[in-house]
């Protein structure tokens, strides 16, 4: 497949969802040339969303980095995260009671957004394992991984509460070419070892698709063809925009190197509509 | 878990979403008192769906079945088929072309739908691989599985397309106890041998749900807790009504039996809202 | 890595297990150049085996086969099968009654080689699930894969018995760059759909090392890392003589191809201690 | 199936194999009785051993932690464990270099007994990777666990080189119906993260039997029908006896439970030839 250039691209759309990291920004802060073709699309009033599985910081927190880092103009509305799909789940299904969680007191918020009461799974112990009605993974850090995941095994082989998973991306990217294990990573080897799965938010799952697609058409209809979706993971941004039924653009910025996308697409089977070097390009 | 009523739950919902076979039908026929469960919600005027991840029929054939077999009241436009899903991502996303399919020729509508030209694998040829712009399994009928299957993956191996399984069931109960391999479990083991996923369509992935709820909200905002799914498989109706928000009711005139239903809650950790006998009940 | 030439390593070792598709036979006979390396072994007095997970065929077939295709020489007891290590099994394990199996009549030799009476699967019926001991995959063909696959999953619904797999390769070359699905690829199908594991034989697991290590020490000591496993499949070859702990040479002349051995090696983790063309250079 | 007494199946067999921990001991020391049988079967003169995967000791430790908990006459040959399968691997096949571990510096021993130097994974850094040249998962205590699971992944990233798992067990009891997180779950976790599997040893696979079995028959040989191996998990001690061909008799004092083994052997088709409450009995 051969790349194109995306500024060409905005124009033939009505509708644009972004990755954050990888797409935006990276570690190094705000992608060189990105505030720009961000500006862009909104001198040309096409609506646009920021979709992230980053369930560490709520939208307010997400919009606040991207303006100390130089990205000023983004507003929380312009940013749906994950742990928002989890926070309306427990809104609508948990009656009430605590929600244990493993992440930093931070990415609890999530919890109070929902009207519930979050307890670290550092202070669950077997006298109050009843009154937890929930337990959500938000963050990988926060807690002891050798205490509280061992005790996170314990509690759940113990209890038959729902289980959310705020992010399921295995690892995440931190710079000089090195990456971190993410939430999802240890949820996913909890599920292994209870051997059930817990119930995951997050691209390439369609909900946060959804949620962007009912913001934006709540004043007129847009065409699932007339709305593009910019991701640098194949697996998560592509698949889940190929999913939804939009059209999708990967970008080389990030997780996808250029020496490696083609046999990527092909090992995966997960194609995308074009490819770009960057948002910038 | 206690088991309640179905009936005493209709009225406490706006609306309520169905799963076909072992909800309201079952390998003899329309299941006793479902007729007349499913007039009450008529009468209450409470908007419903069957969502089935059955997509060798179309939904017009699906209600044309319903009234062969008593159930006579069933419009094409209340059921919502896995089959439409994966309809509607071709029309957006695959510009022209052949669609290649497993599956029988009643099965491949949904690619003529899609206003693509079907071609059953049986077909596919080196020759003609060029021409095919994306492949679907609709059904486990209509083609010879050892030649076909051999086809299929020798097909998939030379090609880079969207692949599309219209069914993620892997199996279906035929009647007597048994059960036949669906087309998902045939997708599935291509999927291993080949080393990569597909597009999977139907329940526990939410874009029925999706759909289903765009269409009974368009007169009006119904909250999510104001709705209930039922269904008789944990891993995908009550899995999927989980993760779309809504209130989940598990009914046991299917492939959960009521010895069984509380060891599989707690081995799959999918919880329901509500357990039922039927919903005749 | 380097590439080495197969003929210089011989002489280093005191024993060779050699892998027979891919690098003793391809689908157009035997592959070049490989009968006067056999011969060179032989000259030196080296023990050799040759380690098939081709359950369709006796170690008296394999040989009769590889005369027919221009080497005389192999003797029966030279050939170690998969299958051989499931009629193993079979005659320790399993007291009497009847055998069902997948497969062709020829295949079904490994049952009776375990005194035991091979009844295809296409004759299970309930009526005689009682008389059934065991059940074993030994070849994708001799039966029809629609009905008999389904049979095969409804019987093993009902019954609990030891259920065998003879090769465990999901897939098998056939020339001109076309593979078939395998008894192995079929069995992993009917697994996922059941929910549980069958007993595996055939590399990478180590049973068949073993066997062949117990014949060619019957009259001395050979130390592990005088013993060189020849395969071209990283997974099965390399990995199996890796686990049992021998040295193992990778040949490029069958799965594995030259423009991807490095890529394969680096994204499996199965690391040969040697790479060559082919056992003929 | 019907339970049967252990005392009464010893004197069939002329070997025996039993796994350690919920089988010879527990959380609280010894099992009760447990001296008394293996007394008898010494008496007996059947030779038998001890195939453990626990491989944060030696048998020289496993044996001294018997005699302090009460177990006077266990001798180091009879104790075989997983950590030594890995031990002997390295031997042969890592032919210098430093070997980084996960573990304690006492699980380390198995390195040093391969006459090659351990490094810690905390000290493994850039600067060293190429010194590396292998690494092995020894133990779940004896470093960080956020750091170093991290920096684990992080360099294994970046080298190619053999990595084995000395214990495959997701989990371990420790006692109070309590678990901790294995070597092998965290292993398992690091897999699915770099999307490759590692080398395991341990049941069930067959190398530990095989390594028993040659010491056992030194002095004659021993039909496999007449070695019997007692263990209490289906899926490691039953299912690699179930593979090796010797009888296999589960015990139901350790991790299956009396009210779940028949389920239990539906569900994993792992089928014991026989079924005692423990070796006691």
């Not at 244990?100 to 979050?118: C, F, H, K, M, W």
């Not at 039924?245 to 509509?273: C, F, H, K, M, W």
Request: overall charge neutral; aromatic content about 8%; glycine content about 8%.
């Amino acid at each position: 497949m051969a790349i194109v250039s995306f500024k060409s691209l905005i124009s033939n759309y009505d509708a644009i969802f972004l990755d954050s990291y990888g797409v935006v920004k990276n570690s190094s802060g705000i992608i060189k040339g990105a505030k720009e073709s961000i500006q862009r699309i909104r001198d040309l009033n096409i609506p646009f969303r920021i979709l992230t599985n980053d369930a560490s910081r709520s939208p307010v927190e997400h919009a606040k980095r991207y303006r100390e880092q130089g990205l000023p103009d983004i507003h929380a509305n312009e940013v749906i995260t994950s742990g928002m799909m989890a926070s309306f789940y427990m809104q609508g299904k948990i009656a009430g009671g605590k929600v244990a969680y493993i992440g930093t007191e931070q990415s609890a918020r999530y919890i109070v957004d929902a009207n519930l009461e979050p307890i670290p799974i550092s202070q669950v112990k077997e006298s109050n394992f009843h009154e937890i009605s929930a337990m959500v993974f938000l963050d990988d850090e926060g807690f002891d991984w050798n205490t509280d995941i061992n005790s996170t095994v314990n509690f759940l082989r113990k209890v038959n509460i729902p289980v959310l998973v705020a992010n399921s991306d295995l690892i995440y990217p931190i710079g000089g070419g090195k990456v971190s294990i993410a939430t999802g990573g240890i949820a996913n080897a909890i599920e292994t070892i209870l051997g059930r799965r817990f119930i995951h938010y997050g691209k390439p799952d369609v909900q946060m698709f959804m949620y962007a697609y009912r913001q934006i058409t709540k004043t007129g209809l847009i065409p699932m063809n007339k709305i593009l979706m910019v991701g640098d993971t194949l697996k998560t941004d592509i698949l889940g925009g190929n999913k939804f039924g939009v059209q999708t653009a990967l970008v080389l910025s990030g997780n996808t190197q250029i020496e490696r996308y083609e046999s990527q697409i092909a090992s995966t089977g997960v194609i995308p509509d074009y490819i770009c070097y960057s948002i910038a390009d």
